[in-house]
């Protein structure tokens, strides 16, 4: 299986290297990150800088397309190089994803119309721009569209849809391998289980 | 806060790239990744490369220091360049911290002696040639000295110093940002909960 990572300006860091990580660990999968063409890209904070080593025209049939979200994607909604890339990869891919923000970009890209999806808690409700019925859940999967929660719901994704593609055992031992066995020193990942004005505070850390 | 994040060839994406993101969210702090020079470093998939932005010498005064595991670690216990500048930061550090094998480069820069420490459950045991006490548990804190459990282990490790170096609530806002509600799909993520066999095939993957 061949997984491609789109990058763009100003992606949320662990939006792609969590899902990357749990496809790299899969014996025999290949992760690819891309962008317009190959080279640099640079995250939200401006502090970490990852490479694409291949260019849109270099991959177009991947079996699992991975788009994470960030800050970035405001301005990579007019990126029609990139909304063309998805459009066109979605064709051959399994699986078309997105991590946080990056649903944004499947919306854009046309591929949310009628289907149940997800994002990051903050901008939920304004995947119905694009025709989708946003559901408040961590994986939210819809035919051949899958999309996760914020940044670190591409854990919980990439490990389920590996259990798919190959099977549980693979997927356990890939969990177990990255020690995926999580303990939050707070009960507050989410809105429901955040105390009132902390909402309010973590999206002045984001936005 | 100046949080330095060491790079090293064939290190574990996940294991940096989670308390990055953490630290990286923290508000007026920065996160520097550094290496022996500026540049391009691999990791162990060889599919993911981050820039590092400082030399050594460029940094030698970081507030926390975090050293991430993988293979690579098995070359860089040579690495006398690394282990030198571990030690040397330590001095100014805060705290001194490691994610997975990490660990085993404190151990081989001095640093572990006398202290309890932990590592990813695949080679807990072998902290004890570092003269440390090896602890089964998923963040250790022995002074300055702060250790993580395997890969994602380093996100609850972050959140959990920046609570403590900044306060609850500003951890508490960077958890919800990314919000880390943690759902993995398998209950399966230590070896105390693992099916029998699956240490084995974990293991498997990552040797």
């Known amino acids: 299986m061949h997984v491609a990572i789109a990058l763009y300006p100003r992606f949320t860091a ?8 749990v496809f790299a660990f899969a014996p025999g999968w290949t992760v690819t990150f891309v962008a317009a063409t190959a080279g640099p890209v640079t995250d939200d904070a401006g502090s970490l800088t990852l490479q694409a080593t291949a260019g849109y025209a270099d991959l177009t049939e991947p079996d699992i397309v991975v788009v994470p979200g960030g800050p970035g994607t405001v301005e990579a909604l007019a990126d029609r190089a990139l909304l063309d890339w998805i459009a066109s990869a979605r064709g051959h891919a399994r699986w078309t994803t997105s991590v946080c923000s990056g649903s944004f970009l499947l919306g854009a890209a046309g591929l949310l119309d009628g289907r149940r999806a997800t994002s990051h808690w903050g901008w939920l409700d304004q995947l119905a721009t694009f025709g989708a019925t946003p559901v408040g859940e961590r994986v939210v999967r819809d035919g051949d569209i899958v999309t996760a929660a914020g940044v670190s719901a591409g854990i919980d ?3 389920s849809l590996l259990g798919q593609a190959v099977d549980d055992r693979t997927a356990q031992a890939v969990q177990l ?7 939050p020193p707070y009960r507050c990942g989410s809105p429901a289980t955040a105390p009132p004005g902390l909402p309010e505070t973590a999206l002045s850390l984001i936005s």
């Open 14 to 21: 662990l939006d792609a290297v969590g899902p990357y990580t």
């Open 157 to 159: 994704m990439a490990l």
């Open 177 to 183: 391998a990255i020690e995926y066995d999580p303990q």
